[in-house]
């Protein structure tokens, strides 16, 4: 059956481009949230007050060790119990998969933070500074022009992964690709369609981290594959 | 004195937590409860659809969910305006599945489930239904010239149940029972299904007759397909709610009494059977007995 | 909304034998998954690396789709478009003759997206061997391959442990997506248990011990492993 009908893709880019917009809000918002809460817990999974650490360290863990997919089940399906209502599956998808990057991104910043010499912190505390001051004027940015790389690479993996949510029929571009092909019974054209889309931003965006990572530190030895792969 | 205070202030907060009100409690008959509660505090109804269960429930052409159920639901929505008293009742579409449907409805998420649900005393553990709209049974959706027809003849050869369907328990325990050599294969839904079927993975799909017919008028090749063999069930159709919320229940059934009583059931049947269309593709499905006579008895009076 | 708790119902026939069932096929596609990944990822890999140029880029055109398209995608790719555009023949035989397709797919789909990314561990593996150990060799006389086999693999697979064994417990997360071309494994057994019996918080809370369990099996399993291989004085990357 090799008679491929790009007719059907050219009919419905509308539709398909709306869910490429759906991916792209969601990843954009994932990342930007999923960093916030993946300093604060590489914050707290440093910090030396206990309650903190163990928080932060069962919940990465946590975060770790079962699949996405199971947590965004467990929000969509079993949290509606526990709060009495429901989110929706746009939301519940978005909090489930913002929680697990976030403990993803945590161990990349914690990461770039240890690798900040420990003599930064001593200066700034003996200049004066608080610890929270330390951190926020000195130890994170350093550690943060160290993190790009992998940051941005987790980042694109989150970008892939947003087609995840597609499961519980949430329209972003997996969802609305398997909505044409389920309803046009042409799976080979709009699966291959997807796959070059993906392939087309992704490849786009590493080589623009590729890009990043010569223009900030040409010297360093590319640490995009060489920090251990988080995810 | 300082034990008796604790003791006093203690005794007084278990009071005041008393007189919060707690959530399960039953609200005295007048006041809302349950899903009409939940609907007048959020000013919406959210309505779980199908995406390709033709002609019940599925996206049209411009992506958006219509269908025969949908239609009778969108009734109800009226009806639920007019019961609390809030005519710019918004409503919001969810897709769901065979699988996701009874826990969706469980969890709150949607409040009327619309699609081609089979009301089965199993279910009705979970869940609770509207009256019967329709009358269908299990049967085959065969290429025409496979030489099957009748689920007999599945002996070595390979048939496709959605997962979470009455037809699936019931082609599993029929091929069980009399030992036929069948093979079974999952699908996520029968349009899934009738795809399995037209790129030659399985030999048959099994579904409600109707939805078959559904199918047919869908795919790009109406003319080598064909519905075979006996109804090997009983499948009464009907909009899905939770279950204990007979205030709800009633909003329903009394529009669908209406509808029944006054013949415009008969003009939405029509609309989306007579005939069955989807693009050039086109199958009479005239009203059967059984649903005649579902519309009969099930027409209340006030 | 009231939810009545209800463990028994996890020891009974049937849901027993599912969430067994659903744990086993996950071990099992993950294992064969990983071993499809080690090896194809390992000659990816070296291919990368070793000095003919052409032998390069080639391995650099398998890895760049694999890691660039998710892995949900590529799935689908296998399991839905595959048979189509093989010759007709072969089509047949993957929809209808092979035993258990869905399993099938899920450990290929899998196996060759994750042999990219251990190709890029390889890769990343071997470039860190000091260069003065390849030097050493090539001036005592080693050629290419007696290099790679007794200086730069067995230096590079012990530098890479970490970074592995982090692939292998991915690999047992990404199972999961099975599921969504009709595997029961694990999280799609606990879903069904869910829509069954309606005991979602004890199978849901289940599924996610065995994973947690397992990745703790693997974690001590492969720290003694490590333990013993380590390398002294050479960089030692933590997970």
């Known amino acids: 059956?090799?008679?491929?009908?790009?007719?059907?893709?050219?009919?419905?880019?509308?539709?398909?481009?709306?869910?490429?917009?759906?991916?792209?809000?969601?990843?954009?918002?994932?990342?930007?949230?999923?960093?916030?809460?993946?300093?604060?817990?590489?914050?707290?999974?440093?910090?030396?007050?206990?309650?903190?650490?163990?928080?932060?360290?069962?919940?990465?863990?946590?975060?770790?060790?079962?699949?996405?997919?199971?947590?965004?089940?467990?929000?969509?399906?079993?949290?509606?119990?526990?709060?009495?209502?429901?989110?929706?599956?746009?939301?519940?998808?978005?909090?489930?998969?913002?929680?697990?990057?976030?403990?993803?991104?945590?161990?990349?910043?914690?990461?770039?933070?240890?690798?900040?010499?420990?003599?930064?912190?001593?200066?700034?505390?003996?200049?004066?500074?608080?610890?929270?001051?330390?951190?926020?004027?000195?130890?994170?940015?350093?550690?943060?022009?160290?993190?790009?790389?992998?940051?941005?690479?987790?980042?694109?993996?989150?970008?892939?992964?947003?087609?995840?949510?597609?499961?519980?029929?949430?329209?972003?571009?997996?969802?609305?690709s398997r909505?044409?092909?389920?309803?046009?019974?042409?799976?080979?054209?709009?699966?291959?369609?997807?796959?070059?889309?993906?392939?087309?931003?992704?490849?786009?965006?590493?080589?623009?981290?590729?890009?990043?990572?010569?223009?900030?530190?040409?010297?360093?030895?590319?640490?995009?594959?060489?920090?251990?792969?988080?995810? | 004195m300082k034990k008796l205070a604790v003791f006093l202030s203690v005794i007084l907060l278990l009071a005041m937590a008393c007189l919060v009100p707690s959530k399960a409690q039953e609200a005295p008959p007048a006041q809302l409860y349950g899903a009409l509660q939940k609907i007048k505090e959020s000013g919406k109804v959210v309505i779980g659809h199908r995406e390709a269960s033709v002609p019940f429930s599925f996206l049209d052409d411009q992506k958006q969910p219509a269908g025969f159920s949908v239609d009778l639901c969108l009734q109800i929505v009226e009806e639920i305006k007019t019961e609390l008293g809030m005519p710019d009742l918004t409503v919001e579409f969810t897709a769901v599945n065979p699988q996701t449907r009874i826990p969706l409805i469980a969890n709150n998420t949607i409040d009327l489930e619309c699609g081609s649900t089979t009301n089965n005393l199993t279910r009705r553990k979970q869940v609770d239904y509207a009256l019967t709209t329709f009358v269908t049974g299990t049967k085959l959706l065969v290429k025409k010239d496979s030489g099957i027809k009748e689920i007999e003849d599945l002996a070595g050869k390979s048939v496709a149940v959605s997962q979470g369907t009455t037809n699936e328990r019931v082609i599993k325990a029929f091929i069980e029972a009399n030992n036929i050599d069948a093979r079974i294969v999952n699908v996520k839904e029968v349009a899934e299904g009738l795809l399995s079927l037209e790129t030659d993975r399985v030999d048959a799909l099994g579904s409600d007759d109707i939805l078959l017919y559904g199918q047919i008028v869908r795919s790009k090749t109406p003319d080598t397909l064909e519905v075979v063999g006996r109804r090997l069930s009983y499948d009464p159709y009907a909009i899905m709610m939770r279950r204990d919320d007979s205030a709800l229940r009633l909003v329903a059934d009394r529009r669908?009494?209406?509808?029944?009583?006054?013949g415009e059931?008969?003009?939405?049947?029509?609309?989306?059977?007579?005939?069955?269309?989807?693009?050039?593709?086109?199958?009479?499905?005239?009203?059967?007995?059984g649903l005649k006579n579902a519309v009969e008895l099930q027409a209340f009076p006030e | 909304m009231r939810y009545n708790w209800n463990w028994s119902i996890l020891f009974e026939d049937p849901y027993l034998g599912w969430i067994l069932s659903g744990l086993g096929l996950t071990v099992l596609v993950s294992s064969l998954a990983w071993?499809?990944?080690?090896?194809?990822?390992?000659?990816?890999?070296?291919?990368?690396?070793?000095?003919?140029?052409?032998?390069?880029?080639?391995?650099?055109?398998?890895?760049?789709?694999?890691?660039?398209?998710?892995?949900?995608?590529?799935?689908?790719?296998?399991?839905?478009?595959?048979?189509?555009?093989?010759?007709?023949?072969?089509?047949?035989?993957?929809k209808?003759?092979?035993?258990?397709?869905?399993?099938?797919?899920?450990?290929?789909?899998?196996?060759?997206?994750?042999?990219?990314?251990?190709?890029?561990?390889?890769?990343?593996?071997?470039?860190?061997?000091?260069?003065?150990?390849?030097?050493?060799?090539?001036a005592s006389g080693l050629?290419?391959?007696?290099?790679?086999?007794?200086?730069?693999?067995?230096?590079?697979?012990?530098?890479?442990?970490?970074?592995?064994?982090?692939?292998?417990?991915?690999?047992?997360?990404?199972?999961?997506?099975?599921?969504?071309i009709g595997l029961l494994e694990l999280t799609a057994q606990a879903r069904q248990i869910e829509d069954y019996t309606f005991q979602g918080f004890e199978a849901y809370i289940t599924a996610s011990l065995l994973y947690a369990l397992i990745t703790i099996l693997l974690l001590v399993a492969t720290q003694g492993l490590e333990r013993q291989l380590r390398i002294p004085g050479l960089i030692q990357r933590g997970t």
Do not use: H
């Not at chain 1, 991916?23 to 999974?45: C, D, H, N, P, Q």
């Not at chain 3, 260069?131 to 050493?136: E, I, L, P, S, W």
């Open chain 3, 143 to 180: 050629t290419w391959t007696q290099i790679y086999r007794f200086i730069l693999l067995p230096l590079s697979y012990r530098l890479m442990l970490p970074p592995l064994t982090s692939e292998f417990l991915i690999i047992y997360k990404n199972s999961s997506l099975g599921l969504t």
């Open chain 1, 179 to 231: 909505i044409i092909a389920e309803k046009e019974g042409r799976p080979v054209e709009i699966y291959i369609f997807a796959a070059l889309i993906y392939l087309l931003v992704c490849l786009i965006s590493s080589q623009l981290v590729k890009f990043l990572e010569q223009r900030t530190d040409p010297k360093r030895r590319r640490s995009t594959e060489t920090v251990a792969v988080v995810g």
């Open chain 3, 35 to 94: 071993v499809i990944a080690l090896v194809l990822g390992s000659l990816v890999g070296i291919a990368r690396t070793v000095p003919v140029a052409w032998v390069r880029t080639l391995a650099g055109f398998y890895v760049e789709p694999f890691r660039n398209i998710p892995l949900l995608v590529q799935m689908f790719l296998w399991f839905f478009v595959l048979p189509e555009i093989v010759p007709e023949g072969m089509g047949r035989w993957l």
């Open chain 2, 256 to 262: 669908l009494s209406k509808l029944f009583a006054s």
């Open chain 1, 1 to 176: 059956m090799l008679n491929f009908d790009l007719q059907v893709i050219w009919q419905e880019l509308p539709f398909l481009g709306q869910g490429l917009l759906t991916t792209l809000l969601f990843a954009t918002l994932s990342i930007l949230v999923g960093l916030v809460l993946g300093t604060l817990l590489a914050l707290m999974r440093l910090s030396p007050f206990p309650p903190f650490f163990w928080l932060a360290t069962a919940y990465i863990n946590l975060f770790r060790s079962i699949p996405i997919l199971l947590g965004i089940f467990w929000f969509y399906f079993l949290v509606p119990f526990i709060i009495g209502r429901s989110l929706g599956n746009f939301a519940s998808a978005f909090i489930a998969f913002v929680q697990f990057e976030a403990a993803y991104y945590s161990e990349i910043i914690r990461a770039g933070i240890q690798s900040v010499p420990q003599g930064q912190i001593g200066a700034g505390l003996a200049s004066g500074l608080n610890y929270p001051q330390v951190m926020w004027l000195i130890v994170l940015p350093q550690a943060f022009r160290n993190m790009i790389p992998p940051l941005l690479t987790q980042s694109i993996v989150l970008f892939q992964d947003t087609s995840l949510i597609s499961v519980i029929n949430v329209r972003e571009f997996m969802g609305a």
């Open chain 2, 265 to 289: 059931f008969n003009t939405i049947y029509s609309k989306w059977f007579e005939p069955l269309k989807i693009g050039e593709n086109t199958v009479p499905v005239p009203m059967g007995d």
């Open chain 3, 96 to 138: 209808r003759d092979l035993p258990y397709p869905e399993f099938w797919t899920t450990v290929i789909g899998l196996g060759f997206y994750t042999a990219a990314r251990v190709a890029d561990q390889v890769r990343a593996g071997i470039e860190s061997v000091p260069k003065g150990k390849t030097q050493a060799g090539l």
